[in-house]
């Protein structure tokens, strides 16, 4: 398992998808914590934080897109499905990557803290609280991302899929108060995953989230185990 991660990891710097990711990332990062905070005379990080959830509903796919796909496009996708390595062990192993790089690139955003910092005093409970939900979002989104590379074998399909249904959940809560009917406002409460991040904004740790964040991550790679499984004894 750890091979196969390695090779993935690598292989974002051996090619463009990783600096292109990193560099978009932190300037888009950089400009929207400049409109959300210095233009708006505040240090206070939650708005930038939560207009990052749909920079990175758009980013994020980008990253995952070729994870399966480029290997069914490329014809590699059986050397994988044939290794002597569990299913869930070579899933894992490219979600793992794939988190790695979004995980970089958020920790190296974090130094934009540091003129901000001199505008005034900064909530370490909040801003730690972002952070830690900005994490869970994206391992959320990263494993969405991995399970739709694997149904295509079209990069570009894969990433429009990934977006489609991350911002589906995140604007999910938005439309709660649109509906009436208490059953369509409760399966849109269950799948937003933006409900659930206001409460680090406050820099509340909401273990319920957590396990949520957790569970839905879970699903959506067993959701990919599950289509490889399918895949190889068909």
Known sequence: MFAIYKKELRSYFTTPLGYVFCGVFLAISGFLLGI?????????VSSFYQVMIFACGILVPILTMKTFAEERRQKTEQLLMTAP????????????????????SLATGCVYFLPLSTYGTMNAARTVGCLVAMLLVGMVFVAIGIFVSSLTDNTVTAAVGTIVIILVM????????LIDFYPIRQALSWISVYGRYTYFTYGIFDFS??????????????????????????
Do not use: C, E, H, Q
């Open 36 to 44: 959300t905070t210095l233009y708006s005379g505040t240090v206070d």
């Open 85 to 104: 390595l569990p299913i869930f062990k070579m899933v894992l192993a490219k979600f793992l990557s794939s988190y790695t790089i979004f995980v970089l």
């Open 170 to 177: 995140v604007a999910a809560s938005m439309f709660n108060g």
């Open 209 to 234: 989230a957590l396990v949520y964040y957790f569970s839905l991550t879970v699903v959506f790679l067993f959701l990919t185990v599950r289509v490889f499984d399918r895949r190889r004894w068909a």
